[in-house]
């Protein structure tokens, strides 16, 4: 065997004994110190404790003996008792008022009724406290004693002992366990070092071979030297350590690639064994399942606490199905409102696995999918109401004996209703483009100016009929955005505020700098929207109740557009109103570093 390595071992094995020897004797003369302490520094309190009562009744009895005196006379007993005793001692009458003192003047003291020790002995009883003396300006350890004559409490005698004086006691006792203590741990490592070579010693004699194999050490070769027989076991365990080398590694290898895949699912991977034991979950399942604390070692039922997940567990358990698909949804907790969720069962014998339990995220289809049938039920019913109204006109149109006039009403119902199709396909395709995953948004610098005058334009003639006010007010020299998209949310918006406002009325459009948005905002003084309905304004198809819109055309996809469109360029939308006052639509736009 290389003795090299025999002694590189020894040497560890030497180490590991002195460090884990001394480390225990240190600790155990620690420990007797600390108790030593704790035992001196409780017989120090109480012994200065009990000193301090001992003195406050010797003070109560030597002016027991001499009552009643006067405040001059108590005054000269109190310096006499502290020059004898170095104890500052207090004589209070029974309202608080301070007769006498030996540190301080008691004409300038206040009541001293309130104090923890006085209020005790007021009350007949012994009182003590530790605290920072207000006319002193020391600690101090008070012992108050009520002075009692004619069975009525004639006065309360205090004595009081700096603090400092414990203090010093204590610090004198930790110097001499300190000097102990430096004594004391240099002798136990001496012993330690001794006791730690006498054990060494014996294991010279185990072999290197027994010693690698009891570390688990695969990296080495096995060296041994000897006779056949021992040459043909070496050459075994050799042969051993290599094919468990490259299957550990090969294992190592295999279940790395499969945390790192796992760990990167978004779906939630849990395995969990017969008794019911997570033994391994990712984050993902975690996170959908809104569980803070770690799954992995701790039963399942105990750490999901969804009910319908729980049911479901527990229904995979006892049918003894080998496998089990539910979509569950869930409204009381974090994570995902809407799972799939699948038990599988496990039957390989040879893996501790019995269930594995996958979890996907469904909320956002299901949203999806409640939109696009919420949508198409919207759009159907938005539609058959005009292709109604042109079937029926067409079909009195084919009937005999209509004169010019019947003819030309209800041409005019076709032409109404077309144009009330074209501008809902209009709105479609407007709202269609601006919730693209991909919108054809073309960013450039340009003065807003330019846009409110296309769109001034564009309702000239609206306005014109109603006999309203279009005022714009523009604080802002240029904008970044898409000037497409921003005259596409102005004209929804200024199209809703000519419908809904009266004659005569005022519509203003406003641009400001805020922060480093544009913040632009379209108010009318028309009828207003309900309190209850601002929630719903911007929903698809969304209409303020009819019976306040006789005579009001509208898809009810302008708002739905404008907030679509706001998003989509980075800003943010709100709705204001009142009813019978106004309404105020207000959305923000990046503005440009440098002007056009």
């Known amino acids: 065997m290389p003795r090299n390595s025999e002694m590189h071992w020894q040497g560890r094995f030497f180490k590991r004994v002195f460090l884990r020897l001394g480390a225990l004797l240190c600790l155990g003369m620690l420990l007797v110190c600390a108790v030593t302490w704790q035992i001196m520094h409780r017989w120090l309190a109480g012994y200065t404790q009990d000193q301090i009562i001992k003195q406050a009744h010797l003070a109560k009895l030597t002016i027991d003996r001499q009552w009643p005196l006067d405040e001059p006379a108590l005054q000269r007993e109190c310096d006499h008792m502290h020059e004898l005793t170095g104890l500052r001692l207090t004589v ?25 020790e006085m209020a005790a002995a007021l009350a007949g009883r012994m009182g003590q406290d530790l605290r920072r003396s207000s006319s002193v300006g020391e600690n101090f350890v008070y012992i108050a004693v009520p002075l009692i004559e004619s069975g009525r409490l004639a006065a309360v005698v205090r004595v009081a002992a700096p603090a400092a004086d414990i203090k010093r006691r204590e610090e004198a006792l930790i110097k001499w366990i300190t000097i102990g203590l430096a004594i004391a741990i240099p002798l136990a490592l001496l012993g330690a070092w001794v006791l730690s070579k006498a054990l060494a010693q014996p294991v010279q004699r185990v072999s290197i071979l027994a010693r690698r194999l009891s570390t688990g050490d695969l990296q080495e070769r096995v060296e041994v030297g000897g006779d056949d027989e021992i040459w043909q076991v070496a050459e075994s365990l050799e042969t051993m350590r290599e094919n468990l080398l490259a299957r550990v590694h090969e294992v190592q290898q295999q279940r790395k690639d499969l945390e790192v895949t796992v760990s990167h699912l978004e ?117 058959r109401t005009p292709v109604a109204s042109i079937r029926a006109a067409v079909e009195t149109l084919n009937a005999d004996g209509l004169d010019r006039e019947m003819t030309q009403r209800f041409m005019s119902v076709i ?122 304004v911007f929903e698809r198809f969304y209409q303020v109740d009819k019976s306040r819109r006789v005579g009001i055309g509208g898809t009810g996809l302008g708002l739905a557009i404008v907030k679509h469109a706001v998003h989509g360029m980075g800003g943010e939308v709100s709705i204001a109103s009142e009813e019978g006052r106004f309404t105020r639509v207000s959305f923000t736009v990046p503005v440009a570093a440098v002007a056009v």
């Open 92 to 116: 209070m009458a029974p309202d608080g008022r301070v007769l006498a003192d030996s540190n301080a003047n008691p004409s300038e003291m206040e009541n001293h009724a309130k104090r923890p």
């Open 267 to 383: 779906e939630g991977i849990i395995t969990v064994d017969r008794a019911g034991l997570v033994l391994t979950a990712n984050d993902a399942a975690r996170r959908l399942l809104a569980v803070d604390s770690p799954l992995v070692g701790r039963l399942l039922t105990e750490q999901v606490t969804d009910e319908a997940l729980q049911q479901m567990w527990n229904e995979a358990q006892a049918a003894g199905r080998n496998e089990l698909h539910r979509e569950l949804k869930r409204s009381k907790v974090r994570g995902a409102a809407q799972l799939s969720v699948t038990i599988i069962r496990v039957t390989e014998p040879s893996t501790p696995i019995a269930w594995l339990i996958c979890i996907r995220d469904i909320t956002a289809l299901a949203q999806s999918a409640a939109m696009k049938t919420e949508f198409v039920a919207n759009a159907s019913h938005e539609l």
């Open 415 to 536: 032409a109404r209703n077309v144009e009330r199709l074209q501008n809902l396909t209009e709105d479609l395709m407007d709202l269609n483009r601006v919730e693209s995953e991909s919108p054809d948004l073309s960013v450039r610098r340009f003065r807003p100016d330019e846009v409110f005058a296309s769109v001034r334009s564009v309702f000239a003639e609206a306005l014109r009929q109603k006999s309203v006010r279009l005022e714009i007010v523009n604080e802002v020299e240029a904008l970044e955005t898409d000037p497409r998209w921003l005259e596409l949310v102005l004209k929804n918006l200024v199209d809703n505020a000519v419908k809904f406002v009266g004659i005569g009325g005022r519509i203003e459009i406003r641009c400001r700098h805020e922060g480093g948005m544009a913040r632009l905002e379209v108010e009318d003084n028309g009828c207003g929207i309900p309190a209850g309905d601002l929630d719903r």
